[in-house]
């Protein structure tokens, strides 16, 4: 353009240029937090925050993992939806691996895609309750049951009370909960010495430890936790904020360790339980790590100070490291990596569409096109005139 004088410079020479010079401040940084996660662990480690779990070898034991999974798709002005939960079990005896029985269920219905996410996270947790159910009426029970949804719902689950949609499913979830542990709660580990053990497996809450580390808090902490480190977390807190709790605990948490153990309805009492019925019950979590290169794990079972110790938790830690066969980053427990691997029929796709849905999608959109409906509309055409 005419009297235009351009003076531009391109976006890859901006990019250098601001790389070259970020480069020594990022790293130096970096450094610094890493020479102060250096410093504090030995004093985490030696408080008792972290603690060494052995390995079961040979391994003998009688496990289920209970997985669960959802896929979604786009129709009729709404959501399809396959929702479908697996249990294995398998025996182990002296590291030999069998795998024993498995069953599933497998749920298909439309949805409205308000609230969609959460409806399906309840729809996942009921398919996880009734095969659990269907476990504790088995002649033959595992040891330990492992399941990777949460165990409870919490305060922030619940729906808005204008969505009536969402808050039936909802209801449907916190009822079926309830059910379970009102019949069940007496053959459950701690409650029975002699029963099952049930745990959540999960990734969240990653953190929740350092918060609990304070004088107030450490009723809640069923570990022996030298009170030394009390006054030094709180006048290292901003600093450690500045690191950063995830940077933190995955530098002091290495092979083999686990988190001190929280009664997490008692460090945040905002964060009521549901159902109402297990609030005194208490929910009681820990981070364990397997190998060098798995995640950390957050372990969730029922029951509070009163219930667990040290050594109960120890032992609980020690079984499902001791059933996370690969130090490799997708690791999980065998049981549940079996249930998760049962379910990729579930996860299908073809050219990038869910399988199940896609052929449910054109049997519905036959049959909504096809005369013989007529007679189904008629038939239960009173249900709309309410």
């Known amino acids: 353009m005419d009297g235009f004088k351009e003076n531009s410079t391109p976006i890859s020479q901006s990019i250098v240029a601001n790389i070259q010079l970020g480069l020594p401040a990022t790293v130096s940084r970096l450094s610094s937090k890493m020479r102060f996660i250096d410093k504090i662990a030995p004093a985490l480690k030696e408080s008792g925050v972290v603690r060494n779990i052995e390995l079961i070898a040979p391994l003998t034991i009688k496990a289920s993992g209970i997985a669960a999974t959802n896929r979604t798709s786009n129709a009729f002005g709404g959501m399809l939806y396959v929702a479908g939960a697996v249990r294995q079990d398998i025996l182990i005896d002296e590291g030999s691996i069998y795998k024993t029985r498995q069953e599933s269920i497998v749920d298909v219905d439309e949805i409205d895609d308000l609230d969609n996410q959460k409806k399906l996270k309840f729809i996942d ?75 959540s497996v999960g990734t969240k809450r990653f953190g929740a430890i350092i918060y609990a580390l304070t004088e107030d808090n450490l009723v809640y902490i069923p570990d022996d936790v030298d009170n030394s480190i009390i006054k030094k977390m709180e006048e290292q807190m901003p600093k450690i904020q500045d690191v950063g709790i995830k940077r933190l605990l995955t530098g002091i948490l290495v092979k083999r360790t686990r988190t001190a153990a929280f009664q997490y309805d008692g460090l945040n009492k905002d964060n009521r339980l549901e159902p109402e019925t297990l609030r005194d019950v208490g929910l009681m979590g820990m981070h364990i790590k397997a190998g060098n290169t798995t995640p950390p794990l957050l ?30 980053k997708k690791a999980l427990p065998l049981p549940l990596w079996y249930a998760k691997y049962a379910l990729k029929p579930v996860e299908a796709t073809n050219n990038g569409k869910n399988v199940i849905l896609e052929y449910y999608k054109t049997q519905a959109r036959e049959m909504l096109q096809s005369e013989a409906l007529e007679s189904i509309w008629k038939e239960d055409l009173d249900v709309f005139e309410d």
Do not use: H
């Not at 916190?174 to 009102?182: A, C, S």
């Not at 100070?305 to 001791?322: F, G, Y």
């Open 125 to 199: 947790i009921i398919n996880i309750y009734k095969l659990l159910s269907d476990l504790m009426e088995d002649d033959e029970k595992p040891e330990l049951v492992l399941v990777d949804v949460p165990l409870v719902l919490e305060r922030s689950d619940a729906p808005l009370k204008d969505r009536k949609d969402t808050i039936k499913v909802y209801d449907k979830c916190r009822e079926t909960i309830k059910f379970f542990w009102d019949k069940y709660k007496d053959m459950v580990y701690p409650f029975n010495e002699n029963g099952i053990k049930i745990a």
């Open 299 to 328: 372990v969730e079972v029922l029951g509070g100070v009163k219930d667990w110790s040290s050594e109960m938790l120890d032992k609980l830690a020690s079984q499902i490291i001791s059933l996370i066969a690969f130090d490799q």
